[in-house]
Nanobody, 123 residues
Framework: QFQLVESGGGLVQPGGSLRLSCAAS????????IGWFRQAPGKEREGVSC???????NFADSVKDRFTISRDNAKTTVYLQMNSLKPEDTAVYYC?????????????????WGQGTQVTVSS
């Protein structure tokens, strides 16, 4: 069965960095568009970044120039490098997948979801 497992979350000070990992199993990663989303309590899920099957990437305006996304198909893992973190980045971060030729930041477009990893940015 296809599974996505996020890891790498934790507590970091403002201005710090964190790298999240999304490990896929069951299916080969090559066939999937991967998106990163986040959700804070009381807020709707927000698209953060995505990477297509061909390497096209997209970022939310709130994280552009601070976050980067990459994929390692051999390790079946997608990474989200988060730099210059701000308190407003605090949320549970989820990765998601779908078999489409796209790079979407719209959560309803995705079929498979991980359980999430908590990121807290605080001094």
């Amino acid at each position: 069965q296809f599974q996505l497992v996020e890891s790498g979350g934790g507590l970091v000070q403002p201005g710090g960095s964190l790298r999240l990992s999304c490990a896929a199993s069951g299916f080969t990663l090559d066939y999937y568009e991967i998106g990163w989303f986040r959700q804070a309590p009381g807020k709707e899920r927000e698209g953060v970044s995505c990477i297509s099957r061909t390497g096209v990437t997209n970022f939310a305006d709130s994280v552009k120039d601070r976050f980067t996304i990459s994929r390692d198909n051999a390790k079946t893992t997608v990474y989200l490098q988060m730099n210059s973190l701000k308190p407003e980045d605090t949320a549970v971060y989820y990765c998601a997948a779908r078999t489409r030729w796209a790079c979407s930041l719209v959560s309803r477009n995705y079929d498979y979801w991980g359980q999430g990893t908590q990121v807290t940015v605080s001094s």
